[in-house]
Every structure is written in structure tokens, then in C-alpha cells.
Nanobody
Framework: QVQLVESGGGLVQAGASLRLSCAAS????????MGWFRQAPGMEREFVAA????????VYADSVKGRFTISRDNAKNTVHLQMNSLKPEDTASYYC??????????????WGQGTQVTVSS
């Protein structure tokens, strides 16, 4: 089992950048595919980005491609989401998730508590 704790959210103006971090407990972090999801009020949770176990493959939602970058450091049990050129529509709670399986987009097994990102226009 792995526990996930997100940090780095905040209130920023449109065009600004934020870097989210997710710290994972346990010794088997490198055995999990990691992902970021987000959920805006009244909306369903949506996929944002994911990264393979060794960091060699990354996938993104079309809405963030070219603006967001996911990365991981298996030595430090962390995964990051660098968010640039933020837009008001990026406002949401952002969740880190770990997947024991092989789907980038769903079926994640463990979730963090979320961190709020608010982008003002």
C-alpha cells in the first residue's frame, strides 16, 4: 500500500506557473505508474497526466498538453506536475494517484487528498 500527499497548490493569476508535488510513502514507489487528475466544482474528475514507472513515458490530456509537465524522482518517492501558462479553466482540486496496473488513464489504486489550484483571470 502507498500513501500519497500532495502540496504546492495555491491562488495565481492567469499566465502564471505552479509546481505541484506528491510525496509517496513506502518502498515500492517505482513499481507504480503515477498520475495526476483534477476535479472542478460540479464536474467529474478528469485525467491530467501520467508517467510510467521509470519515467520514460508520459501522457497528457489534450487540454494541458504543451503547458504541463509530469516528472518523477524514484529515489525521493516523489512525482511533480509543472504547470505553466495557467488558465482560469485549470481551476480545480488536483489529485495524485498511483496505479499498480498498466492503464495510464484509469483504474488507479491509491489517491491523495488533493491540493487546490485557483487561477484568476
Amino acid at each position: 500500500q502507498v500513501q500519497l500527499v500532495e502540496s504546492g497548490g495555491g491562488l495565481v493569476q492567469a499566465g502564471a506557473s505552479l509546481r505541484l508535488s506528491c510525496a509517496a510513502s513506502g518502498r515500492t514507489f517505482s513499481s507504480y505508474m503515477m498520475g495526476w487528475f483534477r476535479q472542478a466544482p460540479g464536474m467529474e474528475r478528469e485525467f491530467v497526466a501520467a508517467i510510467s514507472r521509470n519515467g520514460g513515458v508520459t501522457v497528457y490530456a489534450d487540454s494541458v498538453k504543451g503547458r504541463f509537465t509530469i516528472s518523477r524522482d524514484n529515489a525521493k518517492n516523489t512525482v511533480h506536475l509543472q504547470m505553466n501558462s495557467l488558465k482560469p479553466e485549470d481551476t480545480a482540486s488536483y489529485y495524485c494517484a498511483a496505479n499498480r496496473g498498466y492503464s495510464y488513464y484509469g483504474n488507479y489504486d491509491y489517491w491523495g487528498q488533493g491540493t487546490q489550484v485557483t487561477v484568476s483571470s
